[in-house]
């Protein structure tokens, strides 16, 4: 199946980063906003995808105007057109977390959806760790949580991850 929609969505000319104007959109959630179809494309097929790239975090980039790499020594840098180091936006709360998560978990759901508990069981995660660190933590766990998490398919989702360091 899911070959299928990237075979689709190659055809379509989709798998190209779309243009900030008049770009493809997919709308997932009710009065949520529309994600980019090629976020939503990365997303299903287990890239990394940063939620500042969500169109709910207000003034944040957009998916096409820049992505993320990782250098050796493991540092995050942020790239984009002149290769200008950028700083990212941080999710605020736990409520805007949520309505990132939503669409995520709704795209990648959609495509795999035996995902959509296991997606659930790490909202859960995120909920119970945000009960108990401050939110900056979370956010930090969360991004390399799910930076390890991407292209693979033995991460258990559920579970706290204790190899995380928190800083």
């Known amino acids: 199946m899911l070959q299928e929609l990237l075979a689709s969505v190659s055809k379509s000319g989709l798998d190209k980063k779309p243009e900030k104007k008049g770009q493809k959109v997919v709308h997932l959630v009710g009065n949520l906003p529309p994600l980019s179809a090629r976020l939503v494309e990365m997303i299903q097929e287990g890239s990394f995808v940063d939620f500042a790239w969500f169109p709910v975090m207000e003034d944040g980039p957009s ?73 900056q933590q979370v956010v930090k766990y969360d991004r390399r949580f799910m930076q390890e998490a991407a292209g693979r398919s033995d991460v258990a989702w559920g579970e706290e991850n204790t190899s995380l360091v928190w800083t």
């Open 63 to 135: 998916e096409g105007d820049w992505r993320q790499v990782w250098s050796d020594s493991g540092e995050e840098t942020s790239v984009g057109a002149g290769s200008r180091k950028r700083v990212w936006k941080e999710v605020p709360d736990i409520l805007t977390w949520s309505t990132c998560f939503s669409l995520f978990q709704t795209a990648w759901g959609r495509a795999e959806p035996k995902m959509f508990d296991t997606l659930m069981a790490y909202r859960e995660s995120i909920v119970r760790l945000a009960k108990r660190h401050p939110w």
